[in-house]
């Protein structure tokens, strides 16, 4: 049964990346997102033979992808400094919140090559690795608008297009709690999504309600996994 409390860290050898060492992580991804897309096909992963990939079927080569962070970066040092000043015990702080990320609920799968979506958008400034905004990027493709990561979701257009549109995607993948009911918007999580600056909170209480509300989204996420779960036996 997939256990949506399930760190993956604990099956990881020790300094390594859960997303791609954890056989339970595999496992969890091979089982939830191997079934019928919305175009109608049925997706069917498999462990690749290829060691340096993840899971396949048809041409699609898949990594494993965390879209909880806590942005953790040396260029963030002075919203970071402040964040310790105000939680103190630092170490605790993180590996609670790092614990909970490392749930079934806080990972995806993307398409897996070059300069794929996993690799750009934690390299693009105006995204940072925040998931609210990746998602925002998602939409505009299927809109036809313009975005920071247009380039990277059109190389991967035959995997996007799987999904038939924004709804299908959302659907597919348990997203609905990061999107408005009639999907017409994403739920941003601080500050806006014009793309304008960088992605990164511009304050320390801009940096709490992210926090806050990407882990909200990283619960309902999970709630709505393990229902699924239950009532498909998985």
């Known amino acids: 049964m997939i256990d949506t409390k399930f760190d993956f860290r604990t099956d990881t050898p020790t300094g390594k990346d859960p997303d791609k060492y954890s056989k339970t992580l595999k496992a969890y991804h091979q089982k939830l997102w191997s079934r019928e897309l919305p175009n109608g096909e049925i997706m069917k ?3 690749s033979r290829d060691p340096y990939c993840y899971l396949t079927w048809k ?3 898949f990594g494993s992808d965390s879209i909880i962070v806590e942005l953790q970066y040396k260029k963030y040092k002075h919203i970071l400094d402040q964040v310790a000043d105000i939680v103190g015990d630092t170490e605790s702080y993180y590996e609670n919140l790092i614990r909970r990320s490392y749930t079934i609920g806080g990972m995806i799968i993307f398409p897996k090559h070059p300069n794929s979506m996993n690799q750009r958008r934690g390299t693009c400034g105006k995204i940072s690795d925040r998931w609210d905004l990746t998602l925002e990027c998602i939409r505009k493709y299927y809109i036809g608008e313009e975005s920071p990561l247009s380039k990277v979701i059109e190389n991967d257009k035959s ?5 038939v549109d924004f ?3 959302v659907d597919f993948f348990f997203l609905q709690d990061c999107v408005t009911s ?3 918007e994403v739920n941003i999580w601080c500050g806006d999504a014009s793309f304008h600056n960088s992605g990164l909170p511009e304050t320390v209480n801009d940096y709490f309600e992210f926090i806050r509300n990407e882990h909200i989204f990283l619960d309902k996420r999970n709630e709505r996994i393990k229902k699924y779960c239950l009532q498909h036996k998985l």
């Open 45 to 47: 992963l498999v462990e």
């Open 59 to 61: 041409n699609f080569d």
């Open 159 to 163: 995997f996007f297009d799987l999904f």
């Open 167 to 169: 709804k299908g995607y």
């Open 182 to 184: 009639d999907y017409s």
